[in-house]
Each structure stands twice: as C-alpha cells, then as structure tokens.
C-alpha cells in the first residue's frame, strides 16, 4: 500500500511537473514571439498589451499549480525558471519597457520618414516654384536630412544592443551561476572520492536535485571514513589476537615438549649411567696402565673413553635439540627428513622398548624444506600415538612418495585404528581418546606443518590401520650443499 501511494505521489508530481513545463514553454514561446514581431515592424502598441495580459493569464495558471508543489523540493528550480521569465516579460522596468521604447522608436522613426518625405515635398514643390533657390539651402537640408537618418540608425542600434545584453544577462546570471557552476563543483568532488581521497569536501548546497545529490553524497563519505576507521581497529585487535595464540601456541608445545622429555628421563638416565660407569672402569684401567709403563694399553683405554663420552655428548645433544624452542619467524632450511625420523624414535625410546615396537623406515635419504625443531615435535607426537594406540609389538610403517613439488610421508600402525565417534573432531584442541592426556598432540601437529607450509591429514590403511599423511616441501640435493 506504501508503494501504491508513493507511486501515485510520484504521478502526480511529474504531471504538475510536466504541466509547469507546458506554462514555461509557453512563456517562452510568447517573449520569442514578441521579439519577432518587434523584429518584423509590427509595433502596434495594442499587441504589448495583448502580450502582458497573455502572461497574466498563464501566470495565473502557474500560480495554481505551484501551489499545489510546495510540498515538493524538486520542482524549486523549475518554479523559480518560470517566476523569473513572468518578470522578464511583465515588469515594466524589464521586456515591456524595452518593448515601448522600441515602438516608441520606430514610430519616431516612422514620423522622421514622414517629415522627410514632406521635406522633400516641399523641397520639389520650392525647387519648382523657386528654380532659382541658393545652394546654401541645398547644403542646410542635406545635413537635416543626415541627421534624421543618424537619429533612426541610432535608435535601431540601442534596440539591438539592448535585446543581445538581455540574452547575455539571462545565461550569465541564472544558467551559468546556477546549474553550470555547481555541477562542474559536484563533478570534481565525486573525481576526488572516485581517487580515494575520502577526506574530500562537497561544496554544493541547496534544495534542489543537486543539493540532494549532495547531500547523499556526503552522508556516503561519512559513512565509508567511520567503517574504514572500525575495519582499521578490527585489523589492529585481531593482530594483537593472533601473536596472543602464537605466543600461547608455543607455550603449549614447549610443555608437550618437555612432558616427553620427563616421561623418557628414566631411560636417559640409564643410557647415560652405564657410559659413566664403563668411563670409570676405563680410567682406573688407563691410570694403572701409565704407572706400569704401558703406553699402548693406556692409549687405547683412553679411546675407549673417548668414545664413551661421545655417546653421552650425543645423548645430551639430542635432549638439548628436542627441548630447544623453535622460533616463530626461523626461516625454512632443508632437513634430512629419515635421520629426524631416526632421532624422535630414540627420544620414544623407552616407550617403544616396553611395547617392544618397531619402526620400519624407507633406506633412501631425502631432504624436505622445514624446520628440525618442529619436524622433530610433529613426529613425536605421531610416533607417540602410535605407540599408544598398538598394546605390544608395536609395528610402525613408514613410507613416502613424491607428487609434484610435495613429498607425502605415510605413516601407519598395526594398531585398531582411529575411533569413528572423535574421527570428525581429532584434529581439533583437547580430543582424545586416552584416559591420561590433554589431547593436543595432534592440534599442535597440524599447526607446526601450517608453519613449515606443510599439512597433515588422518587416512586408514586397506586393513583399517590408522594412517598419518604428513606433507612436506621437497628441497633438491644442491640447496643441502
């Protein structure tokens, strides 16, 4: 019913538009027409009259539909246009008064003509009567007779003068001023904005259609600096939201880390404890060796030793290398993908023993675009699960294969494989299946790979085995060297 009655609004206001439009013609019409009979020589002064009653009447006219258009700013240029043609053709300072002195004119004109032509009467009827007149008087009416024809050329100059600064003051003072100039303005404002520049001003006003554009334009403008503003304050907040899970992403990996470390400590500390002991056994054999003279023997005790303590250096190493915190920002290098697998089962080493595990590796060497630190986390964390998963005799499978620029590492148990009611949600923070355990291995996982421009994704083997697919960047042999 809204739209009904805006359309017939509408309707209406484009039949009084348009009925508004008909009287300016008309106004129009009339001063071109009484321009033109000034033009012709019909100054019958009978006809101005008939001219000024004639836009009485279509003043009269446009008075009623203007009032009936006061509730609509759109037609306020179009009812000024037409107030101020009825003031042009019917004040009397303006077009009537030209218009009168124009007849005025050529009736002066038209009497000068007239005394000319009794002049000459008299002068043929004188040269007649009086053949003998002097040429003094010749030269005297001769002059009379240029200054009646100077005063008529005169007269119908300032006409003409008069009538091409009235079309001059008409688009100097109301098109130019009113419609050019404030387009040309409303042009340049949208050009600037169409730039970028949102901090442009709009310099037009007013009620009619331009001021409208205006104005909608400005609300526009305002409205794209306040979403700019609140887009740059969201950017800023969720900035400050991702280095705050960053930060707190590498706090949680550091504890899975370090939770590693102190369930193989047992284990590392047996591993180091038996070097030591054979190291002092070593030592006390080389010291008594010296003190009887025997070099040879001392000698090679003491590389015995030294391999010893090459193997406790290695140990510490590897524990130094898993624990070291790896830096957001490290920049990827090539890893030698099958030693990395080789160093995370030895940190597992003490769960892999009691389950007695397995792991079954490919023999070739490649070399993958990462970082060891995270590698090392991402497999450990797998490795683990597996391990887990399988109750004794632990087989871990291992495979990869190149596709394209990407190397797909396959790792599978002999476990019973993924539960199906957390298959959906195992990659997500605290999903587990275990009793004992936070269930942020795999979430972790996925991040670091993200990190390393890698991905991980869950599979079955063909005997329903739960199958890790870990994928990496393959990195040439001539970027190792």
């Known amino acids: 019913a809204q739209y009904l009655q805006r359309s017939r609004e509408v309707q209406n206001e484009q039949q009084q538009v348009y009925t508004l439009a008909r009287i300016e013609n008309q106004i129009v019409d009339d001063l071109r027409d009484r321009l033109n009979e000034l033009k012709s020589g019909n100054n019958d002064g009978m ?29 306020i240029t ?40 009794a002049t000459l009467g008299r002068f043929r009827t004188l040269l007649e009567a009086q053949l003998g007149s ?15 024809v100077r005063v008529s050329g005169g007269l119908i100059l300032v006409a003409t003068l008069l009538a091409l600064l009235l079309a001059w003051g008409l688009n100097h003072y109301f098109i130019r001023s009113r419609l050019v100039k404030r387009f040309t303005a409303l042009n340049q404002a ?6 970028g520049r949102t901090d ?4 037009v006003y ?22 700019r503003r609140q887009l740059e304050q969201e950017v800023a907040e969720r900035k400050e939201i991702e280095a705050d899970l960053r930060a707190m992403q590498d706090e949680l990996i550091q504890t899975a880390k370090l939770a590693v470390v102190g369930q193989t400590m047992t284990t590392l500390a047996h591993e180091i404890n038996q070097p030591l002991n054979a190291l002092s056994m070593y030592l006390f054999t080389a010291g008594r060796a010296i003190e009887q003279g025997q070099s040879g023997q001392a000698r090679n005790t003491l590389t015995k030793a030294e391999g010893l303590i090459n193997r406790i250096d290695a140990i510490i190493r590897s524990l130094r290398q898993f624990t070291r915190r790896a830096e957001l920002e490290t920049p990827l290098y090539p890893v030698d993908l099958r030693q990395t697998f080789v160093a995370a089962w030895e940190l597992l080493a003490m769960r892999h023993q ?9 023999t070739d060497t490649v070399w993958v675009s990462g970082d060891e630190v995270r590698i090392q986390q991402v497999l450990v964390n797998v490795l683990a699960n597996a391990l887990d998963a399988c109750s004794h005799d632990a087989v871990i499978a291992v495979t990869w294969q190149t596709q394209g620029e990407a190397l797909e590492v396959y790792i599978a148990d002999n476990g019973p494989g993924w539960p199906v009611a957390l298959l959906p949600s195992l990659l997500k923070p605290f999903t587990t299946s275990k009793a004992v355990g ?14 390393m421009k890698g991905d991980l994704r869950l599979a079955s083997t063909l005997t329903r085995n739960a199958c890790v697919v870990l994928q990496f960047s393959v990195t040439d042999v001539d970027d190792v060297e």
Do not use: C
């Open 190 to 195: 949208v050009v600037q904005i169409g730039l």
């Open 438 to 451: 936070l269930g942020i291995g795999l979430s972790i996982s996925v991040s670091l790979m993200a990190q």
């Open 206 to 227: 007013g009620r009619d259609e331009l001021g409208r554009i205006a104005r909608l334009l400005r609300h526009t403008l305002g409205q794209l600096n306040m979403q």
């Open 200 to 203: 442009s001003t709009i310099p």
């Open 47 to 75: 006809l101005v009259e008939t001219h000024i009653r004639y836009l009485e009447n279509l003043k009269k006219t446009a008075d009623e539909n203007i009032r009936a258009l006061d509730d609509w700013p759109s037609t």
């Open 78 to 117: 179009l009812r000024q246009t037409i107030d101020e043609l009825l003031e042009i053709g019917m004040v009397k300072n303006k077009m009537p008064d030209t218009m009168r002195d124009y007849v005025a004119a050529q009736k002066a004109l038209l009497d000068a003509s007239r005394a000319r032509e």
């Open 354 to 362: 009691s389950r007695q595990g397995a792991l079954s590796l490919p």
């Open 134 to 148: 002097s040429h003094q008087q010749m030269q005297t009416f001769n002059q009379r007779l240029e200054q009646i």
